[in-house]
């Protein structure tokens, strides 16, 4: 049962998404937070068998820090406003914070020094739902007394807690399962996204991933300048259409469910800027960084030396929780750079001609994402030297490398390029019931379901943080 958590994969497909909404859907609504749970823990341990127990430790916990927040509000809402509980609240707050951040900083620290596999499977994901909720009570945007099985299946959800997107428990839980409504309209809406998803992952991400790989068993040091670039551009496509494809999956099997659309990606590529491009880009995580990191240490209110901090703060935080080797860190600081540059010296460049902001987005991007992919600090230097050919170190290795794999892979990268345009998603979706465009989804579908099937297939990229 353990691919069942690969939501592009068979098992998940069409055995245990299935399972879950026919019981889910005949169950009495206010049951229905306890059938999400419980599929969510089995779901979890068919991954985690051991690795379930923290999960389940940590909710329990979580759930307990939130009760006593709670109660203080209520304290202070009947008209007791004591420092006592003034205290109380924040050191409970605190607690809950350093419990959760230490757990996850730990678990990172071991999977880097002893082995990866003693990170668990959506550690970051659910820790951070967890510190969102604490917080949240304690700034009483939760009004009403959260229950256990609301809260357990709000931190546990399976369709959220290997790869986000990171949700907030007013957005939808604290409903208790009773309001949550799905007309047929809105479950055939959920099964457009999840095929469109589906295909995205399998039909895109996954074919373009043979020409990054191809890269690396080649060897950096072989590939010619040209072919150094196309491997920049591809990785930036397989990492989008990989983690866009597994949002949409994931927000379309809620929409099944009763939930809201969940928007984790607005077209970043048509930014117009770095800054624009991660507020688009894996929209939850940002927000919750936002949040909960950045208006708390003052934002932008304190003058430019404090935003400047606090931005800083923020990308290097960012950079440590995908990863703790150097390479992340480099990542979260060229962003940081990048973000500085065009809100203090490019901006009033960039509000009079778009171009600095699209040359940021389809020129820099594809650099740092390639600063995100390779670990190893020499072999990143290395490619590096491939793309910028100074000293010599960008000859070409292999004469027409670069046009054998454009030949092989340009389908896959069109077809990438044309899905960055805006207008040609929303067109689909328009169009979502025209017998034509169902005509091509069930083709795009059966298509994705056979390479799911019958080649090896990758995980998705980020079941590795």
Request: hydrophobic content about 50%.
């Amino acid at each position: 049962m353990g691919n069942i958590v690969v939501l592009s994969s068979a098992e998940f497909l069409f055995r245990f998404l299935p399972a879950f909404l026919a019981v889910y859907w005949i169950t009495p609504r206010r049951y229905r937070n306890a059938v999400l749970f419980g599929a969510s823990i089995l779901f979890y341990a068919s991954a985690e068998p051991v690795f379930v127990f923290v999960l389940l430790g940590l909710t329990i916990v979580n759930y307990l820090g939130g009760q006593a927040v709670y109660a203080a509000n209520l304290t202070e809402k009947r008209g007791i406003h004591s420092p006592g509980v003034q205290r109380k609240r924040k050191k409970v707050l605190a607690g809950m914070v350093c419990l959760d951040a230490a757990v996850l900083i730990l678990c990172k620290i071991l999977a880097l020094a002893v082995r990866p596999g003693l990170l668990p499977l959506g550690l970051s994901f659910y820790i951070f739902k967890m510190i969102s909720y604490e917080a949240d009570l304690y700034r009483k945007e939760i009004r009403q007394r959260p229950t256990f099985l609301s809260t357990a299946a709000y931190f546990t959800m399976f369709l959220q807690i290997t790869e986000g997107p990171i949700m907030r428990y007013e957005d939808g839980f604290h409903k208790r399962g009773a309001l949550r409504k799905c007309s047929r309209a809105r479950f055939e809406d959920g099964l457009v996204y999840v095929v469109i998803g589906l295909g995205m992952k399998t039909l895109l991400a996954d074919r373009v991933a043979i020409l990054w790989n191809e890269l690396a068993k080649i060897g950096y040091d072989s590939i010619s300048t040209p072919l150094a670039w196309l491997g920049a551009y591809a990785y930036s496509m397989e990492l989008y259409y990989d983690f866009w494809g597994y949002s949409l999956i994931a927000a379309g099997a809620g929409m099944m469910a009763g939930f809201d659309f969940v928007e984790n990606f607005a077209h970043p590529y048509a930014a117009n800027g770095v800054g624009d491009f991660y507020r688009r880009w894996h929209a939850t995580l940002g927000s919750w960084f936002r949040d909960y990191i950045y208006i708390p240490l003052g934002g932008s209110r304190a003058g430019n030396a404090a935003t400047l901090r606090n931005l800083f703060i923020v990308w290097v935080l960012t950079g440590l929780w995908h990863g703790g080797t150097l390479n992340f860190v480099l990542w979260g600081l060229s962003l940081f750079v990048l973000i500085a540059l065009e809100k203090f010296v490019l901006r009033n460049v960039m509000q009079r001609s778009a171009v600095p902001g699209h040359f940021n987005v389809w020129v820099l991007i594809p650099l740092t994402w390639v600063v995100f992919a390779i670990t190893d600090l020499d072999q990143l230097k290395l490619y590096f030297g491939r793309l910028f050919p100074f000293f010599g170190m960008g000859q070409t290795a292999v004469p027409g490398d670069f046009v054998h794999y454009l030949a092989l892979f340009w389908p896959y990268l069109a077809a990438g390029v044309i899905l960055t345009v805006p207008g040609v998603f929303r067109a689909i979706m328009r169009n979502r019931r025209h017998p034509l465009v169902v005509a091509l989804l069930t083709v795009m579908f059966w298509g994705a379901v056979y390479f799911s099937v019958t080649t090896t297939g990758n995980r998705f990229l980020y079941l590795n943080f």
